[in-house]
Every structure is written in structure tokens, then in C-alpha cells.
């Protein structure tokens, strides 16, 4: 295909912002067990970056105190974790916003002890455009996206003849396996000019079966091959669950 539309977007610090996230959550966390000086009874479940979507209710434990604050409190800590900006995590994927090159975007993912994502599943590609949404809506409202992905293409496979699209590249996390998260757009993947080598994954910014590129005929979810040099403004990693 041909080099991604580029965008105006400002530098967002997102390794920063995560490490910020973990220290908050688990502030949030003892603060909640220890409970109140003034009333230790009245405690909220738990929390971390891993439930930004999930919800947070009070257990069915009595407490004297009023219903009315232990809702304000609860309220407090969803805005909280919700002002955790910039990154998404669910179901072991992390969804970054911020410019990098391919082997930037895999520094960044392993300083968080996790790689550059791959999808075991169509349906798990589908569940990553949707927190690449969430995190490209956050930054650049209303603007579609290319996100990196962990995926290079075979030595064995170096003209697009050479290779089935599905068997023409590799995960490269160390856990994906097998061609299922393959899904490519029209035509590809092409080695334009002999250089891509590297995968990327179409992010429609408001539905899922939304057209991102009219010239090459992208559909929100569908992968592609883009130069390694190239500079995206997303990037997707993913952690095998502990």
C-alpha cells in the first residue's frame, strides 16, 4: 500500500502516563483496604488500570455510613482511574497513542514487559481496534488510525507471489500462533516497493465496519504491510496473562 496519511497530533508522554497509572492504582487499592480512619467498615473493592471499564460497587457489607457517601466516594475513584488518560488495558492489550518508528513502538512496549500485539483470533483483532478507539478519540478525536502490530513479514516470503497473504508473515510476541489474526485488506499484503516488512492494523475512529482509506480499500481491523521506518501515531502491545 502507500505511506499512511500523516496527521497533526501532539507528543503525548505514554510511557510516563502508565507508570503514573500503576502508582495510582495502587495507592487507590491500599487506601481502599485500609478504609477510613473514621470509619474503616466502609471500604470500595480494589482497583486497577484493568478494570478502566469495569464496574465498581459497594459489597453488600452494613456500614454506618451514609449511603450518599460511600456513592460519592465510589464516584471519586471511577473519575479517577478514568483521568489514567492516554492508555487503555483490557484483556492483556495495551493501546498507546504517541509517534514511533516500528522498533520505538517495540522498545516502548517492552519497557512495560509486554511486546508488540499480535491476534490469536479475528475476534481479538476486533477487540483491539476498539481500545485503539478509545485512545486515538482521546488525542485526535474523529481521526482514523494505523497502529503497529507485532508481525514481520518471513524471510521464506519475499515476493508477494512467494507467499499466501496468510502465510506470507509471523507474530513475533512469542505466544500468538497460527494465521486466524491474519486479515488483511484488498490486495495485501503487497511489499510495496520491496520494503514493507512490517504489520500494521486500520483503526476506523468511529464504527467498526467503517472505511478508513478509500485509494486502498481499508475497513476498519484490516491489516497491512508499512516500512518498519515508517512513523505511526498508535501502537498496540500485548502481556501473556500472569
Known sequence: MGRPTRQKQSNIRNLANWKAAQAEARILAEEQQRGSTQNRRATLPAASPRQLNGRLTNGPRRSSTPRSSIATSSQAVK?????????????????????????????????????????????????????????????????????????????????VQSCTPANSYQWTDGHTTGTAGFTFGVNQPDILGGVQFCLTQNVHAKVDSGLTSAQWHFFNGNLDDVECYATLNTYLCGKVPN
Open 79 to 159: 473519575r479517577k482511574l478514568r483521568s489514567l488518560a492516554n492508555i487503555i488495558y483490557f484483556s492483556f492489550l495495551l493501546a498507546f497513542f504517541g509517534n514511533n518508528k516500528h522498533d520505538g513502538a517495540e522498545a516502548a512496549c517492552q519497557a512495560q514487559g509486554a511486546k508488540l500485539s499480535g491476534f490469536q483470533t479475528t475476534d481479538e483483532s476486533m477487540r483491539a481496534t476498539h481500545l485503539l478507539r478509545a485512545v486515538i478519540n482521546q488525542a485526535s478525536p474523529g481521526a482514523n488510525t494505523v497502529a503497529w502490530l507485532g508481525g514481520i513479514r518471513k524471510a521464506s516470503c519475499p515476493t
